[in-house]
C-alpha cells in the first residue's frame, strides 16, 4: 500500500488549499482514513479522520475551516482548508488504518503513511 499526498504550498493567511492522498494497492474503501500534522518542534496531531462509513471528526482546531472527503472509486483522500492561519504551518500527513470495517480510536490503528505535503501560512 502506499498513499501520495499532495496540494501543500505558501498561501496568506485567510486563504484556502485542498490537500489530496491518493492510495494505491488497496482499495480504500473498508478503511478509516485520516489527516495529521506535524509542525516543526511539535508532536504530530491528529487533524482529522473520516471512518468507512464516511463519519468525519476533527480537532477542535480546525472545526468550522476544514473539511474532510473521500473518493472512494478515485482511492483518493482530501482536506479542504479554508481560513487558514500561520498556526496551521506543518507538514500535513495522509494515513490509512490496519483494519478493515472498524473505527480508528487511537493513532497505532493507522499503519500507512503518506510522505507529507508542507504547508505554510504567511501573516
Known amino acids: 500500500v502506499q498513499l501520495q499526498a499532495s496540494g501543500g504550498g505558501l498561501v496568506q493567511a485567510g486563504g484556502s488549499l485542498r490537500l489530496s492522498c491518493a492510495a494505491s494497492g488497496r482499495a480504500t474503501r473498508p478503511y478509516g482514513m485520516g489527516w495529521f500534522r506535524q509542525a516543526p518542534g511539535k508532536e504530530r496531531e491528529n487533524v482529522a479522520d473520516?471512518?468507512?462509513?464516511?463519519?468525519?471528526t476533527y480537532v477542535d482546531s480546525v472545526k468550522g475551516r476544514f473539511s474532510i472527503s473521500r473518493d472512494n472509486v478515485k482511492n483518493v483522500l482530501y482536506l479542504q482548508m479554508n481560513g487558514l492561519k500561520p498556526e496551521d504551518t506543518a507538514v500535513y500527513y495522509c494515513a490509512l488504518a490496519n483494519k478493515p470495517w472498524t473505527t480508528v480510536r487511537a493513532i497505532d490503528e493507522y499503519g500507512y503513511w503518506g510522505q507529507g505535503t508542507l504547508v505554510t501560512v504567511s501573516s
Open positions: 473520516i471512518s468507512w462509513r464516511e463519519n468525519p
